[in-house]
């Protein structure tokens, strides 16, 4: 198939370039000359009915190439490519005419389109054009391929080729490889300079080791770069475990040999091997921790411990202290309860057995002050004493009490049924409230334990009296006493014969009165007569210097070789001098004497005045 034929015109093309449009308009006239001459020899040139194989407008006998249309005179040539397509003789290998070709060789132009850029070309700031076509926008002086930090690029040194981002840094030679902004100084990036670097890390390729590091002592390290292994981390003088010493916590001045040990919190301060959990020593370990001893600090307390009752402790480590030995559901006086007799199950506060004794007033177990400061030689010094619980009879006891005992066949009779200035006394149920009088110390003893009792003893008797420290007992001690060694029951006011106050002494009476009768004679603990009326037997022997010389201040007891008289304490009707009115004044008798001013007053406890002291303070 052919076209018709248009001559090519020789206008040049807007939209090549002026040297380009002159070349090719050349050769447009060159083949119409040669088309005109061949025509004018019989060809067709440019005339009407030229044949046009590839129908791109230009004649065979002019188009280079009439089999593509792409390529005639007059085409847009293409650089590089091989194909001439403009007819021009030759492929376009320099389009930007800067002197740099296409073609592949150590200066290849890089973009032939804009001759601003060439190999060579001068690339000075990062513009997003490789001026001098190396590759990098922008100057690489080093060839390190990275762009001058001056020209907008990162490169910080474009002189030395090894150094760029990303370059391993040398440490301590003062170069910055790597463009971080600085040398490498610190290499295992604990915080700390190395020592080659003018810092303190004496050891840079560990992070452990530096100047604030805990030091491990004896392990040959340096830890903390003091400039020594450590041996006593802790300065407490003892060479640590680890370096072969008896430190066995050497990061902790406590911990050492000859330190005080404190039990039960599990840490070994004296390094024995063991923390303390058996303080007292008794085999048995600390409920603290878990164990069975009920009561670490007194060895004596532990599950093989022997019960003590009424001594506040748990001795055998089994539901307390026993209080209340006879199970009638009363705990014992001894053991700040208000049973005066725990040893026996029929005798408790309120039952028939208990009243038939009389009333009676609770003596809580405690320390006082026994004797005087100044007075007859036998009742100095003033000391201290601690007394156990017991009970009082509130009232001396009475004619009509001991003759129920003589009628049940357990007493006998007084020695004389008179008083001082009655011929009729005992017997006569005008007395029966008056104190019983003419009776040995055998028969006292004797009524007391009819009715559960017993004599008291010089402490019980002047603690009644006087008053503990603590008028409700050691253990809380919320009522103290506040004349604690006052010379009267009531207190230190003497007695008044005149107005027949406090007391029935000074001969007021000139005879015994009803018991209960003076009621300002009466004791911290509701006794009552014990400063008048009649004197009392004592279940001690008297000894003269007993309270000087007494081998125990727990529940003393007078006795002594060669002691043969009975103690009697307190005042009577008959009584006229003043120091023999104070409760601390001491008589004696022999225990067959009997008197017209003496009687009888009984006391009850669980336990016989020479047994063990009861409810003892922690401290003893």
Known sequence: MSYPVTCPDARPSSLLSRSKARGVLSRILSLCFLGVLSGALGGTGC??????????????????????????????EIACDGIDQDCSGQDLIDADADGFTCLYSLETDCDDDDPRVFPGALDERVDGIDQDCDGIDGPDRDGDGEVDVDAGGFDCNDLDPGVFPGATDLPYDGIDQDCDGADLIDVDQDGFDAVLAGG????????????????????????????????????????????GGPDCDDSDPDQAPGRSEVPYDGIDQDCDGADLIDVDGDGFIAREVGGPDCDDHRPEVSPAGLEVPYNGLDDDCVDGDSVDLDGDGFAAVEAYGDDCHDGDPGLYPGSVRDLMGGTKALIPP??????????????????????????????????????????????????SASSYTRPTYYGDERFDAFPVIRVTWGDAENFCASI????????????????????????????????PVRPYPWGDVPPDCRNNRFANLNDCTRDTAEVGRFRQDVSPYGVYDLSGNVREWIYDLYVEDFYSTAPTALDPVGYGYGAQDQVLRGASYSTLEVPAQSLWYRENLGSSGVGWSLGIRCVFSSRAPWGEPIQMPASL
């Open 47 to 76: 005339e009407p009915g030229a044949v046009d194989l590839d129908g791109d407008g230009v004649s065979s006998t002019l188009d280079c190439d009439d089999g593509m249309a792409t390529t005639h005179p007059g085409a847009n």
């Open 200 to 243: 303190d890390d004496c050891h840079d390729s560990s992070p452990s080791i530096h100047p604030n590091a805990g030091e491990i002592a004896c392990d040959g390290i340096d830890q903390d770069c003091d400039g020594q292994d450590a041996q006593d981390l802790d300065g407490d003088g003892a060479l640590a475990a680890a370096c």
């Open 366 to 415: 405690g320390w006082f002050s026994m004797g005087t400061l100044e007075g007859p030689s036998d009742a100095t010094p003033l000391h201290d004493v601690f007394v156990s619980g017991f009970c009082m009879s509130q009232y001396e006891a009475t004619n009509a009490q001991y003759l129920e005992c003589e009628q049940s066949g357990t007493c006998l009779t007084p020695l």
């Open 452 to 483: 559960g009792g017993r004599l008291p003893t010089e402490a019980e008797w002047e603690k009644a009296s006087r008053g503990g420290w603590c008028l409700d007992g050691d253990v809380g001690c919320e009522v103290p006493n506040p004349l």
